[in-house]
């Protein structure tokens, strides 16, 4: 069976996730350094048009979005537990709120003045540029925090964990580190990338040795791969993961479809629906370079259509 491959670069946030997942796991993993910014032709021939980094690839099989990749890691590495027995419902919710709602107080905060300069520290004007022209339709048509009102919202949240960790507790839901521990991990290390503004930490000491708590875990074990290395496995790979088309959420099997994400990066992807619970939509779709390839989604935050132009 092939490895795990994690399409990601340096400073992405939701990429800290989940190498923080491989290392609590201890697992051995596969590198691909992807662009920050478009052209992304071979992020493109994977998955079809989703460009959010990061991505999981094994063989031909692809997976986009974190709570998902989060879910196969958990499947294919049991130990320890991302969703622990008792807190499971907890740790979920937690996780969806970091991932949303704590997220996009983090970067509007951390990438003030001060804070974007220590970011993208080594990065040309043009650039920054580029950079912010490839961001401006990907976050189109959302309602942003100002700085001033992430500077608000991230000092109350920080408070209230701070108070989740009151008890003396070691993680976010308990005694077991579970996936929302990672999903506020990743908002934590944003900032920290920006000395400047971690002073925002100061009056949460258990926040922190929380974080130095899960930041230990590590990376797990890393092998750099090139993104044409990975185009060229999924082309010389004939099976997939097994899949399912449960019936009565409203698709049928074989039924051309689009998938996209609901809040931002709203890249529909075009395929063959193949698989499809509550849990999860899977699209099958040939490229050119890649050959066939089953692009996996998560089901919440992602609306599928049918596809009238095929």
Excluded at 123 to 129: A, F
Excluded at 157 to 185: H, K, N
Aim: charged share 20%.
């Amino acid at each position: 069976m092939h490895a795990f491959i994690l399409h990601h670069y340096a400073n992405s946030p939701f990429s800290e996730k989940v190498r923080l997942v491989f290392g609590a796991k201890g697992m051995a993993w596969q590198s691909v350094h992807v662009p920050s910014v478009m052209p992304k032709p071979d992020v493109l021939a994977l998955t079809g048009g989703y460009r959010r980094t990061p991505f999981l690839q094994r063989g031909a099989d692809v997976w986009c979005d974190t709570a998902l990749i989060a879910r196969v890691l958990d499947r294919a590495q049991p130990e320890p537990p991302l969703y622990p027995a008792g807190q499971a419902g907890a740790a979920r919710l937690l996780a969806q709120w970091a991932d949303s709602t704590l997220f996009w107080a983090v970067i509007p905060y951390t990438l003030q003045p001060q804070g974007l300069t220590h970011v993208m520290a080594g990065v040309p004007p043009e650039g920054l540029k580029a950079f912010a022209a490839d961001r401006a339709p990907f976050t189109a048509g959302m309602v942003r925090p100002t700085p001033a009102d992430a500077t608000v919202a991230l000092a109350t949240y920080l408070g209230w964990l701070e108070e989740q960790l009151a008890d003396g507790r070691e993680f976010l839901c308990g005694a077991r580190v579970s996936i929302a521990d990672f999903a506020v991990a990743h908002c934590v290390w944003f900032v920290q990338l920006a000395p400047p503004m971690t002073a925002i930490f100061d009056a949460h000491p258990r926040l922190r040795a929380w974080y130095a708590r899960v930041s230990a875990f590590g990376h797990g074990t890393p092998t750099t791969m090139t993104s044409r290395d990975a185009v060229a496995l999924a082309a010389a790979t004939t099976s997939h993961e097994p899949c399912r088309i449960e019936p009565g959420l409203g698709f049928e099997a074989g039924e051309a479809v689009t998938v996209m994400p609901t809040d931002y990066g709203r890249d529909p992807v075009a395929g063959t629906l193949v698989g499809l619970d509550a849990d999860e939509v899977v699209i099958r779709r040939r490229d050119e370079r890649a050959g066939t390839l089953h692009v996996h989604f998560p089901r919440l935050g992602f609306q599928i259509r049918k596809d009238k132009s095929s």
